[in-house]
């Protein structure tokens, strides 16, 4: 399916960066493909921003769960996610305030972690990250709209 659109497609989330985040990320990314008529890619980009939601947490945000979010409030980072529809693609972009780029990483047979980039890299068409002078990252995927990866 080629996009018609006469206004750009694009909505953003700003997100607690805690673990509570990625669950209600994926709601998120659910809720704005069915809105833009787009359920088809639905599980694939509900993978994609699982991993990179998950991370940007990992990495500047709360981890332990344990924590009631209402101790949290006003003490913990965002994390932006953010959509956009363009003609032929769906982009995906989570921004974060660590600066430091992600490393793709082997993870060995035993490993419990270390896989997320990898599954990134494998369900999207292309990602990358964007290190911004103003602090923080983003880091992006695309997905073909109208093919399932």
Do not use: F
């Not at 659109?5 to 809720?31: E, F, K």
Request: hydrophobic share 40%.
């Amino acid at each position: 399916m080629r996009l018609t659109m006469d206004q750009p497609r694009s909505n953003c989330m700003l997100l607690a960066g805690m673990p509570s985040a990625v669950g209600r990320a994926r709601a998120y990314a659910r809720w704005v493909l069915d809105t833009w008529q787009l359920s088809a890619l639905t599980d694939t980009v509900e993978l994609l921003v699982s991993e990179l939601v998950t991370n940007a947490v990992t990495h500047t945000g709360v981890v332990d769960e344990s924590v009631p979010e209402e101790l949290l409030a006003g003490k913990v980072n965002p994390v932006y996610l953010s959509l956009s529809a363009l003609p032929d693609t769906l982009l995906v972009e989570v921004w974060d305030v660590n600066s430091t780029p992600p490393l793709r990483r082997v993870a060995s047979e035993t490993d419990e972690t270390g896989r997320g980039l990898l599954l990134v890299q494998t369900l999207s068409k292309e990602w990358g990250c964007e290190v911004l002078e103003t602090g923080g990252k983003i880091v992006w995927c695309k997905c073909l709209i109208g093919e399932s990866t």
